[in-house]
């Protein structure tokens, strides 16, 4: 497991990375939301967790911390909209509209 710092446009961000047999498990975070690897689960969230105002997103096929903050967004909870957050758009810019909130 690594665990570091990262800065978007001097925005202080945690990146997380666990190795796992034949993948890896890829988060980017602060104290609003995260985003993540295919691994998450937003309709888990959206259902099942309504009550708590998680601000979250998936992106797919990414390998790296690199290619999480290029992709885009390919699904976001219910609460990550009240952001500006929606499908399609570029984690980069997601991360940004969570920053210093």
Known sequence: MEMK???IKNHPFTAISV???HTNL???TNEVGYVMCGALDV?????LL???PIVAGRAIGVKTIEDLQQAKLDKV???SKNYGW??????EEALLKIANK
Do not use: A, S
């Open 5 to 7: 710092p990262i800065f």
């Open 19 to 21: 190795k796992l047999p």
């Open 26 to 28: 890829l988060v980017i």
């Open 43 to 47: 309709d888990l969230l959206n259902d």
């Open 50 to 52: 309504t009550d708590r």
């Open 77 to 79: 909870t219910n609460h």
């Open 86 to 91: 929606k499908e399609g758009m570029i984690i």
